[in-house]
């Protein structure tokens, strides 16, 4: 298994430009999640989806879009982007139902400069 | 509002010296915690986590926690520090069965050769 894999690991945009970050995982499981990790504020949650076709916000989902048409993919869109969104992105995934619970399993991040 | 606090920013520390980290969360139901551990230049991965059960639980590298359900309290310890610990520490708190979970902020450990 590949586990949670992340594309691409670095990125540099101009404000204004739209740009969709990667997320596909292959171990069937249904819940994915997208954080942003800044320095001294952890990892907050942006959006999140329970399963195919069913996305919600977390804590810090403006200038953000996600979408789920497959179990497997989980795609986020920046759709103009600000400095302010300047981070590492981590996208997670877990399996609230089998025996690892609601551990998450992260992909390997992606880091993000806006200009 | 759900949140995880943790209490150190920054922690230092010569090696074999013993090592605690404090979490403490507001949630009002039954909850899983985890500490999860991000080495320089590698993503997150579990250390420990607690569902139920005896409220001290062991991980890997040594590390353990302990849950104190009075004290809304899930601290990190280790007996002996060594130096590949280096790394930033954090809590995260989700509802059991819920699917939202909350990270705390972190700690960033350095341990001195």
């Known amino acids: 298994n590949a586990g949670v894999t992340q594309t691409p690991k670095f990125q540099v945009l101009k404000t204004g430009q739209s740009m969709t970050l990667q997320c596909a995982q292959d171990m069937n499981h249904e819940y994915m999640s997208w954080y942003r990790q800044d320095p001294g504020m952890g990892l907050r949650l942006i ?12 804590e810090v989902p403006n200038g953000y879009n996600v979408s789920r048409s497959t ?5 986020l869109r920046l759709l103009s982007a600000a400095p302010s969104q300047t981070s590492v992105y981590f996208c997670a995934s877990s399996s609230p139902l089998s025996s690892s619970g609601d551990t998450q399993y992260f992909g390997p991040g992606t880091r993000l400069t806006v200009l | 509002a759900q949140s995880v606090s943790q209490h150190n920013h920054h922690v230092i520390l010569s090696e074999a010296a013993s090592l605690e980290l404090g979490c403490n969360y507001s949630y009002g139901g039954t909850v899983n915690l985890f500490w999860y551990v991000q080495y320089p230049g590698q993503h997150l991965q579990l250390l420990l986590k607690y569902f139920s059960g005896d409220p001290l639980v062991k991980g890997i590298k040594g590390f353990e926690a302990e849950f104190i359900k009075s004290k809304f309290s899930f601290n990190l ?7 590949s610990d280096t790394a930033e520490y954090f809590c995260a708190v989700s509802l059991t069965g819920g699917f939202k979970t909350i990270f705390g902020a972190g700690t960033r450990l350095f341990v001195k050769a």
Do not use: C, L, N
């Open chain 1, 47 to 58: 959006h999140y989806s329970v399963g195919a076709g069913i996305t919600d916000q977390g």
């Open chain 1, 71 to 75: 179990t497997e993919d989980f795609p």
């Open chain 2, 77 to 83: 310890r280790k007996p002996s520090v060594q130096w």
